[in-house]
């Protein structure tokens, strides 16, 4: 079992920008498809964004295309999300997710098997 640890969330403006970064230890990282993900009140947890092992591969949901961007450090075992031009609705809890030994950017929640205990992040307007 892989334990995953976010940190990085915080208060910011629109418009404004945050690092979340993710620390895996427990399990080879370096083979585990990660993923971000955030659940807002009231709102299904969704995908935001996913990364093959190798970083050759990812995905993004439509919402935040072009503003988020998602990266891996397997030397760190590391996951990071740099969120650009934030907007209100982007306020939830981000979670950190691993999906064990997968080749390609998990497009399914239920194909993450681990997850963290999610950082806040919250945009005011």
């Known amino acids: 079992q892989v334990q995953l640890a976010e940190s990085g969330g915080g208060l910011v403006q629109v418009g404004g920008s945050l690092r979340l970064s993710c620390g895996a230890s427990?399990?080879?990282?370096?083979?585990?498809?990660m993923g971000w993900l955030r659940q807002a009140p009231g709102k299904e947890r969704e995908i935001v964004a996913s990364?093959?092992?190798?970083?050759?591969?990812?995905y993004y949901a439509e919402s935040v295309k072009g503003r988020f961007t998602i990266s891996r450090d397997n030397a760190k075992n590391t996951v990071y999300l740099q969120m650009n031009s934030l907007k209100p609705e982007d306020t939830a809890v981000y979670y950190c997710?691993?999906?064990?030994?997968?080749?390609?950017?998990?497009?399914?929640?239920?194909?993450?098997?681990?997850w963290g205990r999610g950082t806040q992040v919250t945009v005011s307007s």
């Open positions: 427990g399990r080879t990282f370096s083979t585990d498809g």
């Open positions: 990364i093959s092992w190798s970083g050759i591969s990812t």
């Open positions: 997710a691993a999906a064990a030994r997968s080749s390609r950017a998990v497009t399914t929640l239920t194909d993450f098997g681990s």
